[in-house]
């Protein structure tokens, strides 16, 4: 196979030839559509034959900011000269400065740096099953935590362990106890699955590989006052909903909820590194210590300036303002075609799912269409579209994806 180097860049040809460089030497955990992409910036990518794509699905959140930010990209190559990693062994000098400016921005007061949004999950849940036990005084080994029906919190064994997806599951048990579902909603539910043994609620303020479902409005609100009640802890899932996606910094915002831990990803990063984060009470995380959890690369030194960046850009209020007022057309637009082969649009902010009619094509199908037009976002549960454009688009460009999608959808 044809592999030409440029300037020390391995690179190939065609899209035909780097996809089957893929599907030869790639574990086939994914299942992509067919575009092979280059090189991007802004709302914008381009493959490696000079075709140009509107992103209409931002990395799942990751790439809020764009592609190649050039206040993130400076930070990156500013740290990229200094120092890179050290591994938690040491201190180094961007550390404090985060998790200080994170916890300000998110009006918490403890940080705990990781890498990628299972891993934030992960270090929630052991940080909840360990606060049962030490402040709690639940039973040793005991612990429960509720979480809800088609949730998506990440692939690992455990996360799956609470996985309503049989894809996600089939053929990876024995699975991890100490999980309790209930139908996402449904707090009545949530109430009655709670015990002396529940350490805490684990949800996400609005589903989105579940098809961006938005709970009832008072869904939120009914589970803090729940978990008060019972002395058990809320946990908010934010990494795909939170950091401006929505038009608050965190999505559980607008129904005025403050939950106990919060798990940040993707966009924390910036769209340059993976970078995570559990933020929360003092009296929750500082229940840690030297030796109990930790990574080599969690809270590396360039995350950090990435990061801090990331947090100096949510800080001025732009992102999330152009989450609301974009958010607006967008959700105005999406709302022209229902009817016209869409039978609903769920979603807030500059996030929605676009729910296919019965009898049109499949989302695969959708998805595969749209590219060929120059824009692209994927289907989550085969009959939804999940939309989630990049925070810097602009209007015209904004426009130019619905379109694309209406004259997909309203031609069948």
Request: proline share 5%.
């Amino acid at each position: 196979m044809a592999v030409t180097t440029d300037h020390a860049h391995a690179t190939t040809r065609s899209t035909s030839e780097a996809i089957a460089l893929d599907e030869r030497w790639s574990t086939h955990n994914y299942h992509p559509l067919p575009v092979v992409i280059a090189h991007g910036e802004g709302a914008w990518v381009t493959d490696v034959e000079g075709r140009r794509y509107l992103d209409f699905l931002a990395g799942y959140s990751a790439l809020n900011f764009g592609h190649r930010h050039p206040d993130l990209v400076s930070a990156a190559v500013e740290q990229l000269g200094r120092v890179t990693l050290t591994s938690r062994a040491f201190h180094h000098d961007q550390l404090g400065p985060f998790c200080a400016e994170l916890a300000e921005l998110t009006g918490t007061e403890l940080v705990l740096p990781m890498n990628s949004g299972a891993e934030a999950v992960e270090s929630a849940i052991k940080v909840a099953r360990k606060w049962a036990y030490q402040v709690k005084g639940v039973p040793a080994d005991t612990a429960e935590i509720v979480v809800a029906g088609s949730n998506f919190h990440g692939r690992t064994t455990t996360i799956v362990s609470f996985s309503t997806d049989e894809v996600a599951r089939a053929d990876f048990g024995p699975f991890t106890p100490g999980f309790v579902v209930t139908p996402y909603g449904d707090a009545a539910a949530v109430e009655r699955a709670i015990t002396p043994r529940t350490a805490a609620v684990l949800v996400e303020p609005i589903q989105g590989e579940s098809g961006v479902v938005v709970p009832p409005p008072d869904y939120l609100r009914t589970l803090r006052r729940v978990c008060d009640e019972h002395g058990v802890l809320l946990v908010i899932d934010e990494i795909q909903s939170g950091l401006a996606r929505t038009g608050e910094l965190l999505a559980s915002a607008h129904d005025g909820v403050r939950a106990d831990l919060y798990t940040l990803g993707k966009a924390l990063g910036g769209g340059l590194l993976p970078l995570s984060a559990v933020v929360g009470s003092r009296d929750v995380l500082g229940v840690l210590r030297p030796g109990e959890h930790g990574s080599t690369f969690g809270g590396n030194p360039l995350a950090c300036a990435v990061g801090r960046a990331v947090i100096r850009l949510l800080s001025t209020g732009e992102f999330q303002r152009r989450a609301v007022e974009l958010g607006g057309r967008l959700h105005s637009r999406l709302g022209e075609l229902v009817g016209h082969g869409v039978t609903e649009v769920r979603g807030r902010g500059l996030w929605a799912g676009v729910e296919i009619a019965p009898g049109g094509p499949a989302g695969r199908q959708v998805s595969e269409e749209l590219a060929r037009r120059g824009v692209l976002c994927k289907e989550t549960q085969s009959t939804t579209l999940r939309i989630a454009p990049p925070l810097v688009i602009s209007e015209a460009e904004l426009d130019r994806g619905v379109e694309a999608i209406g004259e997909v959808l309203g031609s069948r």
